[in-house]
Every structure is written in structure tokens, then in C-alpha cells.
């Protein structure tokens, strides 16, 4: 009993930012039919870690789906669209802007078909302006928002987020516009539908936070940091015995915090060290004596006991250690889930816990067109119509 | 007229990622009314770049919403803010886990008080498990997250996304679950209320993506590629005359694409580089020779170039770049507001593009405690009540 139970979605969404928002749609409890291209569909399928024919990636982002093959370029194909559409509360999909016009799906048409839809569009630079057309992709669109500008050091120059993050953000932030058109509309679709529009650049564009702002008020570039904090010291990954330990000594008392539990309390003496303006002026060398100081112990000694003084810190985990992790364990990040034919396959858990409606694992993703007479069915379509339609290729 | 006009948001958080959630909530339309600290507020408010002595980090995050004061560690205060938990369809909070419950407000009490509520907390960890109480801060959910193990560069060792994403990321995530449970509930509040939780290290772990999906399909860690391509080559940055192009050639079509504009088809003939594979194994020597032809021309013209061969590629932005692009500009993603006795302040636009319900700049952020009197108003409290808990110092 999902918090989005009963809402139908329509999905035409390939590869990932689209498929995002679907899957934490799908989590909460809607009902995604995602539509595939009978040659082979998402192009997801084919790509990362494949075991046995199976790509573990396309299970994670396309659990709790359902999917059907229709070749949308065939005139039946897109009367069948259309009748799901008139058929569904949300349509989302993730084409190069246009693709959906030319499928016949209008603004017009859409509103025509069925004026409760909320439709949702996700791309690169947005619909409409000079760079609508420009291929986007995650990686262009963390160098174009700013994203990368402010990511690495001045050693490393410009760096990316290995996670292809402004697919992912722009996801999210699509499901939260859809369901925020549900609530207005109403869930039982009672209200009129709207058109929704995400792009790449704008999603990441939104978490420039205090470097977009500060710019602003000062028109000063805000330089590139690294790890270290832009304004204070200590902070950053320090030198522990067997590998890094990540320290955010953001504030004064925790500054002093930090100090005591690694014995350095009377560096503050040092003038080079008194203030926190002094020691950003002299961050290779406070880095250089807290480095000398945290090697004497492990990782694990430094957690626990800059936790217990209350100061933030942490491990820099690899995926490994990150996905046995006790407090991931404990917060059920990693879930399992019997996909027919190919046993347990592994996927990351629910972030959002909601204690009436949880996300839950309800079925694996789909194999190609596995709903396809399921979801015709529903649609009204008689056997001897989807068999007619699977003969002449449009499934 | 936002998507989530009439919602009511009792808004409790501080600095970042609560007040990131609250702001999306309303930026959509809803009433959210910021309850700070009679003694100074949201510590935001000093935090940034302060021009004649306001903070634009404070200006953007906290647009369109309201402020009062309340003293919550005092009896009055306390059941002042029962009386707005009555009256409320959502309340958010980014405490320590257990410092709401200090406040009086244990999950039953909630229950009791109003059993439409949407409750939300936000935290580093989660509430329950063994780092339940541990301090949190972005720096250690990236670190923690496995999030820096995948991003930067053997040279560079794991690094941090500059901006703090994984307050960002559960912001935005933590909307996502409040309006999914508003949709359940029914917006006129004819439902029941839940209770929802996010948590920092939870949302990064969650756009980990194929990194994680392929390290559980063959347990085996994957690599920092820095700003290139783990299994794709040529990818990457690039140098131009006048600085670098970001290039996303990530299927064989756009390598042909991108190799002929560069004027490199050839050493597709040259068995170093006639394969994916081959490319991969020789990719400093693919990127020098790359380099070498991409120096010939200006970052300009080979946006122009490959963008028209249909190849994605980018600058790699300047936020003095990001926020003077014909394209951004375009977005709306630079706007003003008038903020009384500051004159014009500009902050990020709006990514989501709502058709029937835009969002809108409706008021700047609120001075502290400014809409005290008015909302107590609003709950029912009469003048000399107001009167009396001011003078017992209450707001």
C-alpha cells in the first residue's frame, strides 16, 4: 500500500535520468508501465555488469515496473499510446525535445486526450532557448552548471562527480514536481493535469547553494578547495595509521573538540594557528601537524573517539565497506530481490522511510514486453486484437 | 497559485538541508512558517557572503516563507508550537534525532495532537542504528556515502563534490516523500498523516548508481576515472586554445562524430586506437593526440562544431560563465527580488517548469521573526496574549 497506489504512469523514459524518477515513483506504489521499443528496448538492458544476461543496473533503476514492447514510429503503435495516455494520470518521458511531437503527442493532443494528465518532460538544457537542441548528457552538464568548476583542487583542476549526478538530481526533483501537480490536481483525478518540464543543467544549476550565492553578492569566483573547507581550518581528510579519516571541524567548538582528541589543543598558542583566519593562512602547515599527530592511530580509533567528543568525522568508504556498513545494514540500503531465472539480485535500498505508505520491493524489473498482453488486456484490447497487433510487429 | 497552495509547513530546520526541502515546498506554494530562535535565528542567517547585513545563502534559501520567533525550550513556547502542530498539514525538522521528542513532540504526541500530519525529519544517518547519534555534516555523509571513493582521480585521491550535495540531495528527496504522503493523505486533509525520514548518507548511497549495481553483480570495487569515462574512451576533458571542452562521446556513433570534426578519422586505422578496448588500454596516447588537434582551435568553436555534429560537449562554466549563459538566462534561472532596505537581491530560478502552477518569487526572505504577530493572529491568539508572551520573552 504505496503512497502513490492507484496512480497509472505511462513511461517512455530510456536510461537513466527518466527511469529515475520512474523507479522512485514505482517505489512508492504507482503503477509504471514502461513502454520499450520491441528492437531491443531500453538501451539500459545492454549496459554495466552483466551476469548471465542480466544487467544488474537496468534491475536496480527499473524494479517495480512493468513493461511492454510498441513500436511508436507504427500508426497503431502510437493509437495504442494514445489510448494509454487516456487511460493515465502521469506521463513522463526523457526524448531529445521534440521526439514526443513528432510521436503525435502534442501539448494540444495531450490536453485533448485527457486533460487530468500530468505530463513530465526531462532533458538537458530545457525545451525551449538556445541550447534546447544540444545532445545533453551527465557529464556536460556538470561542466556547463558550474558543478565542476567548484569540484576538485587547484592541483586536479575542474572534476566531476563519478556518479552521474545531474541525471539522478534531475529525477528526483521531476518525481517531486509530478506528485506536486498530483496533490493539486487531486489523486483521483478529479482536478486538470499540467505539463512538467526538468532539465540537467538547471537540477544542478539549483545546488550551486552558497557558492551561487556568494557570487552574487560579491561577483567574486569562489576558488576550488579540494577537500579543505573554502573559509575554515581544520577540516578535510587527515592521516590516520591505516588510510584517511574525513573531519568537518566547521565550527569554533568543534575546532576545539577536534584539538583535544588528537592532543593538539596547544597549538592555539602558535599564532600561526590562533585564529581561524590564521590558520587558513597556514593550512599546509596545521595540515602537516594534525596529519603528524592522527598517523600514530588507526581509522577506527580516530572515529570512534572524535564521535564520542562530538565532532563530525567519518571513514571514506569504498563501496564495499559502505555496503556492509552496520548503519547501512541497519537502515536496509541493501535489498534483494528473486528476479525469475536469475536468482537473488542485489539493489540499493529505499532512502525515504515512511512509517504508513514504506517503499517496498514489490516485483523485479520487467523483462522486455512482459506485460505487454497484461497491460492490453486492461487497456480493453481483445485477444484477437493483440494478437492482430503482435503479428503485424507493433509489440 | 502553486501546486501546494493552502499547504500549511510548520518549518523547523536549520542551515541547509531542512531549509532546502521547506523552500521547494515553498516555492510551490505552500505556507511555510520558519519558527528560529528568539536568540539570533537560523544560524544561516550570518553564514555567507553579508551585504550591509544581509546573507544571500540566507536570501535563497529561505525565499518565500515566513519567520517567527519562539522560544521552544519554554512551556509557552512549547504549546505555542502544539497549537501550530494542530493547525498544520506538514511539519519538517533536521534535529539531532531525539531533540524533537526533548520538544515535547514524540511521535504519539504528534499522532495525538493532529492525525492528518505529515511529520519529516531529516538527518545525517537515520534515527535508529549504531551512528544514529553521531554528529553529521555533508563533508562525512560524501565521505561515508562511498560517494569520494568514486569520485576524482588516482592522482588526486577520493574527492568531495564542492557544493554540499547530500544536504541537497535529502532536501529535495524529503519534498518528494512529504507531497507523495500529502497526495495519500488528500490535500483537504481527509487522510491520515505519517510520519516520513531522510537521511543524508541514505540519498547519496542512493545515487550510487551503476557503481553500485556493478559492484554487486561482481564485487569488485570500481575505480576513480577522474573526469574520465570508466569503460568509454575518448571521453573526457580536453584542451582547446583557450581553456578546456568537456566531450560525453559515449557511443561508437558519437566517436565517429567527435573524431571526424577534430579531424582525426584516421587513427581509427591506427590499431592503438581501432577499438573501444584498444582506446582504453592506450588513453593517455588517445588523449595527446587528441589534445593535440583540439589546441588548434578556440573552446568556441568546438562547442560549436561538435554540438552541430550532433556530439555532447560543453564548457566547463564559471558560475561568472553559469550566470551570463544565453541559455540559463534564458531558463530563468537568474532571478530578483525586492528585499526591503537591501534593495535587489538575485538567487537561483526555479528548475522545475510547471505549466498550470509555475513557481514564483511571492515574498524575499523573511527578517526574523517578522510574521510573529500575524501568525499568532492566524492560530487564534488575541492581542493581549500575544503581548504577554513577548514580554515573558516567548518570541
Redesign the interface.
Known sequence: MG???G?RVVDLTRI?AGPFCTA?MAD?GADVVKIESPKGGDPIRG?????DGL???F???NRNKRSITLDLYSDEGKQVLADMVRDADVLVENFKPGVLAKLGLT?DRLEELNPRLISASVNG??S?????D????????????????????D???????????SD???G??????I??????R??KGDG????????L???L??????????????GK??Q????N?PIVAP???FEAKDG?I?V?A?QLVTVDRFLEVVGLTHILQDERFATNAARMNNRDALNEVVNQATRHQTVDYWIEAL?AA??????????????S????L??E?VQEIEHPGYGQ?????????????PCQLQRPAPRLGEHTNEVMKELGYDDGKITALRSAGIF
Open positions: 503512497a502513490l497506489e496512480i537513466l522512485l512508492m549496459q554495466g555488469e552483466i551476469k544487467s544488474w543496473y534491475a536496480l533503476f501539448t538544457f530545457g525551449t532557448g538556445p541550447y534546447a544540444r545532445p545533453a548528457f551527465d557529464f556536460i552538464a556538470q561542466a556547463m552548471s558550474g558543478f565542476m568548476s567548484v569540484t576538485g583542487s592541483r586536479s583542476g575542474p572534476m566531476r562527480a563519478g556518479p552521474p549526478i539522478l538530481i534531475a528526483v526533483y521531476c518525481a517531486f514536481g506528485v506536486s501537480a498530483l496533490a493539486k487531486g489523486t486538470q493535469g499540467q505539463h512538467i518540464e526538468m532539465s543543467v538547471n537540477g544549476i539549483s545546488m550551486m547553494a552558497y557558492f551561487a550565492a556568494d557570487y552574487f553578492a560579491s569566483l569562489p576550488q578547495s579540494g577537500n573547507h577540516y578535510g581528510l584517511p574525513a568537518a566547521s564521535n562530538g565532532c563530525p568525522c567519518g571513514k571514506v568508504q569504498d563501496l564495499a565497506e559502505v555496503f556498513d552496520p548503519q547501512v541497519h537502515q540500503m539480485v542485489k539493489v540499493t535500498g529505499f532512502p525515504l522511510k515512511m512509517s504508513r505508505t
